[in-house]
T-cell receptor, first 112, second 112 residues
């Protein structure tokens, strides 16, 4: 059974800092991995999807990497801003691609 | 382009009442999903529809039914609501089971 863990559970950084969020999964036979952000009381916003054949995916200030052999993905946020404050979730696709297992999330706070 | 829309946004039911949550997407996606999100439990899949005309159970289907009305719409029905069904319900869609998942804004349901 796939298990997805995100450490730390919460993170507070000053504005402008570069930061890395971590995501670990137990079953390396994943299809894709997707990163989301969730603002309080809101739905999930898709940030990036990394296909199993890719090692990195970039969108603006965000860069996500995937290392299947070690069971890890990271989300790098450059020059953090208060508007980046949210909970970040990673999710691994397994079971033929139709099963999506979510991590427990990292709650990020970027302070002025 | 509204993405994934859900109605209603909020609902309060009494135990034993029934209701239908509506979901629609305008991205021409084949696959649609219903999740529930509970504190400490993360996101769990209730039902999904890989393509128009098909539906399958997810992790927690008991107490729910679904209808894939057409390619755009996927509804979730609670026949006899129970307090354990108090949760936030999210609809999602994707172009294929392993494609990027896009989520709606959610329905906050309280069962008294």
């Amino acid at each position: 059974k796939q298990e997805v863990t995100q450490i730390p559970a919460a993170l507070s950084v000053p504005e402008g800092e570069n930061l890395v969020l971590n995501c670990s999964f137990t079953d390396s036979a994943i299809y894709n991995l997707q990163w989301f952000r969730q603002d309080p009381g809101k739905g999930l916003t898709s940030l990036l999807l990394i296909q199993s054949s890719q090692r990195e995916q970039t969108s603006g200030r965000l860069n996500a990497s995937l290392d299947k052999s070690s069971g890890r993905s990271t989300l790098y946020i450059a020059a953090s801003q208060p508007g980046d404050s949210a909970t970040y979730l990673c999710a691994a696709f397994t079971g033929g691609g139709n099963k999506l297992t979510f991590g427990t999330g990292t709650q990020l706070k970027v302070e002025l | 382009n509204a993405g994934v829309t859900q109605t209603p946004k909020f609902q309060v039911l009494k135990t034993g009442q029934s209701m239908t949550l509506q979901c629609a997407q305008d991205m021409n996606h084949n696959s649609m999903y219903w999740y529930r999100q509970d504190p400490g439990m993360g996101l769990r899949l209730i039902y999904y529809s890989a393509s128009e005309g098909t539906t399958d159970k997810g992790e927690v289907p008991n107490g729910y039914n679904v209808s894939r009305l057409n390619k755009r719409e996927f509804s979730l029905r609670l026949e006899s609501a129970a307090p354990s069904q108090t949760s936030v319900y999210f609809c999602a869609s994707s172009d294929g089971l392993a494609g990027t998942r896009y989520f709606g804004p959610g329905t906050r349901l309280t069962v008294l």
